[in-house]
T-cell receptor, first 116, second 115 residues
């Protein structure tokens, strides 16, 4: 596998379900991100992890719970979601350099989530 | 106020023609970075090109070039000799500040290349 991979690619869940999205990066990066892309809205940053620590939580509801067990893996745990949470969820990774600009973010193919 | 503005919701271009996608940005930082991404219908965001605020030369990557006009706060993407495979959504994004990780995206432009 190369680049950034995401599983599953498509997910349909009910409002009472619990599911998890998985992201894996094979680029040797040390920062990972979750973005949400809704129809007719710009891409929104949800969470940033750098060196496995969460450095940003962009006012995301608690029904979304991220987990970063190591620099290569990122999860987004979902529970009691709402229909308006239906969207494309994109994972990205980059190299965070504290001495200068962080590197370009590279994205995975996304998980298209539908909440019924 | 919107940080990134892409004023063209859709563009239709004939194959082999050049196309310019507009992007203007708003920031008070001196250090920032500008990015263009391509998103085909499959959903993946593909990095195309980057321009740093201190870069004196316009960035180029193959058929892609970035027309960076700092005083006007514009960072237009130019695609030369367009191909059918260029049909996709194109997003302009900005990273503000030194060390910042957050990317702010525009609304995107849907580019359609006609044969």
């Amino acid at each position: 596998e190369t680049g950034v991979t995401q599983t599953p690619r498509h997910l349909v869940m009910g409002m009472t379900n619990k599911k998890s999205l998985k992201c894996e990066q094979h680029l040797g990066h040390n920062a990972m991100y979750w973005y949400k892309q809704s129809a007719k809205k710009p891409l929104e940053l949800m969470f940033v992890y750098s060196l496995e620590e969460r450095v940003e939580n962009n006012s995301v509801p608690s029904r979304f719970s991220p987990e970063c067990p190591n620099s290569s893996h990122l999860f987004l745990h979902l529970h009691t979601l709402q229909p308006e949470d239906s969207a494309l969820y994109l994972c990205a990774s980059s190299q965070w350099e504290t001495s200068g600009f962080p590197d370009t973010q590279y994205f995975g193919p996304g998980t298209r989530l539908t909440v019924l | 106020a919107q940080k990134i503005t892409q004023t063209q919701p859709g563009m239709f271009v004939q194959e082999k023609e050049a196309v310019t996608l507009d992007c203007t940005y708003d920031t008070s930082d001196q250090s920032y970075g500008l990015f263009w991404y391509k998103q085909p219908s499959s959903g993946e965001m593909i990095f195309l090109i980057y321009q740093g605020s201190y870069d004196e030369q316009n960035a180029t990557e193959g058929r892609y070039s970035l027309n960076f006009q700092k005083a006007r706060k514009s960072a237009n993407l130019v695609i030369s000799a367009s191909q059918l495979g260029d049909s996709a959504m194109y997003f302009c994004a900005m990273r503000e500040g030194r060390g910042a990780q957050k990317l702010v995206f525009g609304q995107g432009t849907r580019l359609t290349i006609n044969p």
